[in-house]
């Protein structure tokens, strides 16, 4: 196992809490998990491996209610699917040097914390159904091969990407979130198991107390927390974990 700088046992207690408060919101919270283990020096191998377990486990409930009760909302995701799952298994696949693995975490992340930070207004282009079919065909395979690299479900993409694409309100898009992501992060797990193995045993810890934290807030309700609150205070990890990366990649440079 990587060595960390932190003991498996606080981790999992921080783990616990940010599910939990993450959960009491209804969000999911992965992109914070990466950052995470980012931030206390988890290795290439075991970033994407945690990530993608953890999002698996805390989205098969979300997913199973989708696909029960939700059925009609998957022609929202359907086209960013097709391309989506098999880009996550190749994902999954590579073993990607330090620098390139580093260098697609930090745009990822920084384009999560802006999507966080600095929302807005998404119009629909003006785009003919096939334009905006092969717009999405594109930008799943492009989110499914994050997803397999570094561990992010892409799920805090693609409410954006159903606007943009005018193919459903952002109620529909966030309903569909917890299945895309459970969907890419059962392929790019699925791959890395297969080519891509490490040890998990030793981080038994921390994704029990993701799932218990997640579990409790689920549970527990919103608080005195609204999802836009959670958001910004918990993106405030991703911004931690972009300056240890540009450190890390500057480091590497030179």
């Not at 299945?179 to 392929?187: E, H, L, P």
Request: charged content about 10%; hydrophobic content about 60%; proline content about 4%.
């Amino acid at each position: 196992m990587d060595t960390l700088a932190i003991d498996i046992l606080m981790l999992a207690f921080i783990f616990a809490i940010v599910a939990f408060f993450y959960a009491s919101v209804g969000l999911g919270g992965g992109s914070s998990y990466t950052a995470i283990l980012t931030i206390f020096g988890a290795g290439t191998a075991v970033i994407p491996m945690v990530s993608l377990t953890l999002n698996v486990l805390v989205t098969t409930v979300g997913s199973l209610v989708f696909l029960k009760k939700k059925h009609a909302r998957l022609r929202l995701i359907a086209p960013f699917l097709f391309t989506s799952i098999p880009m996550a298994y190749l994902g999954g696949m590579l073993h990607l040097p330090k620098f390139i693995f580093y260098l697609v975490l930090l745009v990822s992340l920084l384009f999560a914390a802006l999507r966080i930070y600095f929302p807005k207004e998404t119009q629909p282009l003006p785009l003919t159904d096939q334009g905006k079919l092969f717009l999405a065909l594109g930008c799943g395979a492009l989110l499914g091969l994050v997803a397999g690299i570094v561990g992010i479900g892409g799920g805090i993409y693609l409410v954006p990407l159903i606007l943009l694409l005018g193919l459903g309100t952002a109620k529909e898009a966030a309903a569909c979130g917890a299945f895309f992501i459970w969907a890419n992060s059962v392929a790019g797990l699925a791959a890395r198991l297969q080519f891509n193995s490490i040890d998990l045993i030793p981080f038994i810890p921390v994704i029990l107390a993701t799932v218990l934290g997640g579990l409790f807030g689920s549970i527990m309700g919103a608080g005195h927390f609204t999802p836009r609150t959670m958001q910004k205070i918990l993106g405030s990890v991703l911004v931690v974990a972009i300056i240890f990366l540009t450190r890390k990649i500057s480091l590497l440079v030179l």
